[in-house]
């Protein structure tokens, strides 16, 4: 099946430090790769993605490659912000088939960032 | 709308007591998804609708859960005979279509609780 494997939390880190939260999946087929924000008190919002090996996706300054030789797609940032508090969850999807679509996540890393 | 409405943002019942969800998604949007979110856990897939039809209703746990979407568009998840086991918050998400490389919007949630 597929699954998402996401780095032990939470994660806490001073102002202007450098994130990194690993990532890794395994998956039937080929996957786009995914990473959801959840701020306090809101929604689900994608942050980036990735859909083909070596893709980089980008966004708010975080980054994350797909590298498929490691199954991996580790988030990183080189300067966190005090708002950049928040869960962070990678997810996949599979295209095509039965599975329709729908995203297997990760359990989540909660990053506190302290001023 | 301009996003994806959940109605109520927070549930408290008794067990053994029957609750509906609501979950209102982008105009236009096609295919829709539920989960359920554990706390301290991500997102788990409930059930996806594509149209009117439950193309994949897999997540579901047992028979007490079932999910309509009549017209293509509003999908109300219901629970009978609830269990405390079944406090969680319950996301809905939508999208153009299944598998879309823009990724999905999430609605703000419900959270149940089961008392």
């Known amino acids: 099946g597929n699954s998402v494997t996401q780095m032990e939390g939470p994660v806490t880190l001073s102002e202007e430090a450098f994130l990194t939260i690993n990532c890794t999946y395994t998956?039937?087929?080929?996957?786009?790769l995914f990473w959801y924000v959840q701020y306090p008190g809101e929604g689900l919002q994608l942050l980036l993605k990735a859909t083909k090996a070596d893709d980089k996706g980008s966004n708010k300054g975080f980054e994350a490659t797909y590298r498929k030789e490691t199954t991996s797609f580790h988030l990183e940032k080189g300067s966190v912000q005090v708002s950049d508090s928040a869960v962070y969850f990678c997810a996949l999807i599979i295209s095509g088939g039965t599975s329709y679509g729908k995203l297997t996540f990760g359990q989540g890393t909660i990053l506190t960032v302290h001023p | 709308g301009a996003g994806v409405s959940q109605t109520p943002s927070n549930k408290v019942t008794e067990k053994g007591k029957y609750v509906e969800l609501r979950c209102d998604p982008i105009?236009?949007?096609?295919?829709l998804y539920w989960y359920r979110q554990s706390l301290g856990q991500g997102p788990e897939f409930l059930i996806y609708?594509?149209?009117?039809?439950?193309?994949?209703d897999s997540g579901l746990p047992n028979d007490r859960f079932f999910a309509v979407r009549p017209e293509g568009s509003v999908s109300t998840l219901k629970i009978q005979r609830t269990e405390r086991g079944d406090s969680a918050v319950y996301l809905c998400?939508?999208?153009?279509?299944?598998?879309?490389?823009?990724?999905?919007?999430f609605g703000s949630g419900t959270r149940l609780t089961v008392v």
């Open positions: 609708f594509q149209g009117t039809g439950a193309a994949d």
């Open positions: 998400a939508s999208g153009p279509w299944p598998g879309a490389s823009i990724g999905y919007t």
């Open positions: 105009s236009g949007h096609t295919a």
């Open positions: 998956a039937t087929g080929y996957p786009s």
